[in-house]
């Protein structure tokens, strides 16, 4: 995406004004990404990775670079998330086992910084679990 303001638009930054027009929008990254990559055998086991790619962003109207203290504003890294599913379905039967870890390399980011601040993206997290068909 190459979202920005087209039109003169302003705003204040202490006691001036600013004119935002060519600035990019908040929260709007030039490029998002997502992959997945799906394996199964016919034996029933299987894999899924999954990615999640997201470019620089700006929090704020004024494509402000520098963190704020209070962290409302500043720019937002780049981040590339991976994910992945392994699960194992018993032959001739309705039950499958399964196990998932979202965010593998435990990538430390700011997911947002409005309203009230930083937000820390979601660390490594990996959860199972037991399908039962009835």
Do not use: C, H
Request: no cysteine; glycine share 8%; aromatic share 8%.
């Amino acid at each position: 995406m190459n979202s920005r303001y087209n039109e003169d638009r302003f705003l204040n930054k202490g006691t001036e004004l600013v004119n935002v027009a060519g600035n990019k929008l908040p929260y709007a990254p030039e490029w998002i990404w997502n992959g997945t990559l799906a394996i199964e055998s016919k034996q029933g086991l299987g894999m899924r990775l999954f990615s999640n790619y997201v470019a620089d962003q700006f929090a704020d109207e004024l494509n402000t670079v520098e963190a704020s203290a209070n962290g409302r504003t500043g720019l937002l890294d780049s981040r590339l998330l991976i994910d992945a599913t392994a699960f194992y379905t018993l032959p001739n039967k309705k039950i499958s086992f399964n196990i998932s870890a979202k965010n593998l390399s435990n990538e430390r980011y700011i997911a947002s910084r409005r309203p009230e601040g930083i937000r820390v993206g979601i660390g490594r997290m990996v959860t199972a679990g037991v399908d039962i068909v009835l």
